[in-house]
């Protein structure tokens, strides 16, 4: 059996780790020696395909082609509050499929972004070949606690996409505190917070461990904060500075606002160790007179944080309101993990010691965390590793719909898979001669901010007055995540059920359509030039024949 890997499949990056010989977790490079991926693909006009820091790069040029973000859209609608922001923002289309979810169009040709995150994870699949010398076909992946069911399986599909079998989706910040070593520590219940500033959002998770056993208390965050916020506060300061000096302004220069944008991302990193640094740019752009701007500019720690104190302060009351939804108090928490490559950021790690009152974990490098505890974890599933087994529950309140428009929870989120519950109703009318019950999973008490999973309908009910048949509801999960629901006539015995696999928008004939398509492509893709190692190189595993199943899941 080959290994499996642990993948933090990110927002802004993605990191691969994979136990090493001695049961260490360890993260892979690239040939290049890069250790984390920018989540980023770009699609050239002749269907060349980049992946990583070359596809970051090409932005610049090719902004309506590259894609990034797309963890913002994977199982998610259009129409999300969230998606129509980020659509907004984002330099390339993001379109509705004819399912109501959020595509991407490029080259004219719409793309789900679980295909886009597919090519993020046949690369790193293709990092660990490499780093390993052998295939690699079973992973880990993680993704945030709050990710609901959608979500979840359209990363799963995503990973069957790339030729990865997803044997087990984590939660981030599980995996972080289990990198951190949070299960081994002392006896007894422990509360840990998990605090995490990546390149594009901010999440913090409360959380409890026990015997092995993690439970997330409450997540909040900012899906709309991250480090390129702090890049570009610095970025935007220069260009003014720039056009005061030489009257010209480097937004219409795409290659200089690329190379400031990197320059400034470089010089922020820096200041998380020294006081000051130096962005130094030769031939920026021409002035007016069309003489080389050779740019160059001391930074101080003072002046980033003058610039960036309003972001700073952005992050305290996510992290109050969700210490307030575990019912808890700062003072609750044993400790607080970082997370994420801006909390080396002296000045995020004074916030966090501010509002917890105590100082933070630091974990060697917070932006691998993630993938560590991933690997730690597949180390676990492998049986290579005789820590404690994690146990999986479930992200959301699964429950009814009751009323006009109220929502009632049957199996409360964090119920530990298997899990059953059960529920007795009655009718409501005379006569009533049908009961249909509305499936759906969140935590809101407003039915319509939740989502829709199905409906079970019970019809020919028994004849007599209102209250007087009797409905059972068993609703199971088994560990497969899917949620079974049958409703039973207690008088007569007579029942109906549904069985609900999690839907991430792509049924299995799309997945596997997607996957010949490539096949079909590779003979193109193959003859084009490999120029180091951040394009994208055929696949070849996924590319044995695959025959669409029967299409049940739509
Ligand atoms: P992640 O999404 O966890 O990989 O975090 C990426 C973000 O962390 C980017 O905005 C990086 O610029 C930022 N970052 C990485 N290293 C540092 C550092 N040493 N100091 C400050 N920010 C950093």
Redesign the pocket.
């Given at each position: 059996m080959s290994r499996i890997i642990g993948i933090d499949l990110?927002t802004?990056?993605s990191c691969v780790a994979v136990l090493d010989e001695k049961g260490v977790p360890r993260t892979l490079s690239s040939a290049d020696g890069e250790r984390?991926l920018p989540s980023w693909v770009s699609w050239a006009v002749n269907g060349e395909i980049t992946v990583g820091t070359r596809a970051r790069r090409q932005a610049v040029t090719n902004a309506s082609a590259t894609v990034y973000g797309s963890k913002r859209l994977i199982g998610r609608k259009v129409n999300a509050e969230d998606v129509a922001w980020f659509a907004k923002l984002a330099p390339f289309r993001i379109v509705a499929a004819p399912n109501g979810d959020a595509w991407v169009r490029v080259h004219g040709a719409p793309i789900s972004p679980q295909e886009v995150a597919a090519h993020v994870l046949r690369r790193l699949r293709q990092i660990a070949e490499e780093a390993l010398g052998e295939p690699v076909t079973r992973a880990v992946v993680t993704v945030p606690a709050y990710f609901d069911d959608a979500q979840r399986q359209a990363t799963r599909d995503a990973g069957q996409i790339a030729g990865l079998d997803i044997i087990r989706i984590l939660n981030e910040p599980t995996a972080a505190a289990l990198a951190y070593g949070a299960h081994r520590v002392g006896e007894g219940r422990r509360i840990i917070g998990v605090f995490d500033l990546?390149?594009g959002t901010f999440d913090i998770s409360i959380m409890s461990v026990e015997n092995g056993i993690f439970e997330v208390l409450a997540t909040g965050g900012d899906s709309a904060l991250?480090?390129?916020d702090w890049?570009r506060r610095m970025l935007e300061r220069i260009v003014d500075e720039v056009f005061d000096q030489h009257r010209v302004d480097l937004i219409g220069i795409p290659m200089a606002m690329s190379r400031l944008r990197e320059a400034c991302?470089a010089a922020?990193?820096a200041l998380?160790d020294g006081r000051e640094t130096v962005i130094q740019l030769p031939f920026l752009a021409n002035d007016q007179h069309g003489a080389p701007i050779n740019y160059e500019r001391k930074l101080t720690r003072e002046l980033v944080q003058e610039l960036t104190n309003d972001l700073l302060e952005r992050v305290e009351a996510p992290c109050r309101r969700a210490l307030a939804d575990a019912g808890l108090t700062a003072a609750d928490l044993e400790e607080v993990l970082l997370v994420?490559?801006?909390t080396?950021?002296p000045a995020v790690q004074d916030i966090v010691a501010k509002i917890f009152g105590k100082k933070p974990s630091k974990g060697a490098n917070?932006?691998e965390v993630v993938a560590l505890g991933a690997a730690a974890y597949a180390g676990i599933l492998a049986g290579e590793s005789d820590e404690a087994a994690l146990l999986d529950v479930t992200p959301h309140d699964i429950g009814i719909k009751v009323g006009d428009s109220g929502f009632s929870a049957v199996l409360p989120r964090n119920s530990m898979l298997p899990c059953r519950a059960r529920r007795l109703f009655a009718t409501t009318s005379d006569n009533q001669r049908f009961v249909s019950i509305e499936l759906y999973q969140g935590e809101s008490t407003d039915i319509t901010k939740n989502r829709k999973l199905g409906q079970v309908v019970l019809d020919d009910l028994p004849h007599g007055p209102a209250g007087s048949v009797r409905v059972e509801l068993v609703m199971t999960i088994d560990v497969e995540s899917i949620l079974a629901v049958s409703a039973r006539e207690l008088r007569t015995g007579k029942e109906a059920s549904v069985k609900i696999r999690p839907s991430g928008g792509l049924s299995q004939r799309e997945v596997v359509e997607i996957i010949n398509r490539r096949r079909n492509e590779s003979s193109i893709v193959s003859t084009l030039p490999l120029e180091g190692g951040n394009v994208m190189r055929v696949a070849t595993r996924e590319q044995a024949a695959v025959k669409p199943p029967d299409d049940t899941d739509k």
């Amino acid at each position: 059996m080959s290994r499996i890997i642990g993948i933090d499949l990110g927002t802004t990056n993605s990191c691969v780790a994979v136990l090493d010989e001695k049961g260490v977790p360890r993260t892979l490079s690239s040939a290049d020696g890069e250790r984390t991926l920018p989540s980023w693909v770009s699609w050239a006009v002749n269907g060349e395909i980049t992946v990583g820091t070359r596809a970051r790069r090409q932005a610049v040029t090719n902004a309506s082609a590259t894609v990034y973000g797309s963890k913002r859209l994977i199982g998610r609608k259009v129409n999300a509050e969230d998606v129509a922001w980020f659509a907004k923002l984002a330099p390339f289309r993001i379109v509705a499929a004819p399912n109501g979810d959020a595509w991407v169009r490029v080259h004219g040709a719409p793309i789900s972004p679980q295909e886009v995150a597919a090519h993020v994870l046949r690369r790193l699949r293709q990092i660990a070949e490499e780093a390993l010398g052998e295939p690699v076909t079973r992973a880990v992946v993680t993704v945030p606690a709050y990710f609901d069911d959608a979500q979840r399986q359209a990363t799963r599909d995503a990973g069957q996409i790339a030729g990865l079998d997803i044997i087990r989706i984590l939660n981030e910040p599980t995996a972080a505190a289990l990198a951190y070593g949070a299960h081994r520590v002392g006896e007894g219940r422990r509360i840990i917070g998990v605090f995490d500033l990546g390149g594009g959002t901010f999440d913090i998770s409360i959380m409890s461990v026990e015997n092995g056993i993690f439970e997330v208390l409450a997540t909040g965050g900012d899906s709309a904060l991250g480090g390129e916020d702090w890049d570009r506060r610095m970025l935007e300061r220069i260009v003014d500075e720039v056009f005061d000096q030489h009257r010209v302004d480097l937004i219409g220069i795409p290659m200089a606002m690329s190379r400031l944008r990197e320059a400034c991302e470089a010089a922020k990193k820096a200041l998380s160790d020294g006081r000051e640094t130096v962005i130094q740019l030769p031939f920026l752009a021409n002035d007016q007179h069309g003489a080389p701007i050779n740019y160059e500019r001391k930074l101080t720690r003072e002046l980033v944080q003058e610039l960036t104190n309003d972001l700073l302060e952005r992050v305290e009351a996510p992290c109050r309101r969700a210490l307030a939804d575990a019912g808890l108090t700062a003072a609750d928490l044993e400790e607080v993990l970082l997370v994420g490559g801006m909390t080396r950021s002296p000045a995020v790690q004074d916030i966090v010691a501010k509002i917890f009152g105590k100082k933070p974990s630091k974990g060697a490098n917070p932006d691998e965390v993630v993938a560590l505890g991933a690997a730690a974890y597949a180390g676990i599933l492998a049986g290579e590793s005789d820590e404690a087994a994690l146990l999986d529950v479930t992200p959301h309140d699964i429950g009814i719909k009751v009323g006009d428009s109220g929502f009632s929870a049957v199996l409360p989120r964090n119920s530990m898979l298997p899990c059953r519950a059960r529920r007795l109703f009655a009718t409501t009318s005379d006569n009533q001669r049908f009961v249909s019950i509305e499936l759906y999973q969140g935590e809101s008490t407003d039915i319509t901010k939740n989502r829709k999973l199905g409906q079970v309908v019970l019809d020919d009910l028994p004849h007599g007055p209102a209250g007087s048949v009797r409905v059972e509801l068993v609703m199971t999960i088994d560990v497969e995540s899917i949620l079974a629901v049958s409703a039973r006539e207690l008088r007569t015995g007579k029942e109906a059920s549904v069985k609900i696999r999690p839907s991430g928008g792509l049924s299995q004939r799309e997945v596997v359509e997607i996957i010949n398509r490539r096949r079909n492509e590779s003979s193109i893709v193959s003859t084009l030039p490999l120029e180091g190692g951040n394009v994208m190189r055929v696949a070849t595993r996924e590319q044995a024949a695959v025959k669409p199943p029967d299409d049940t899941d739509k």
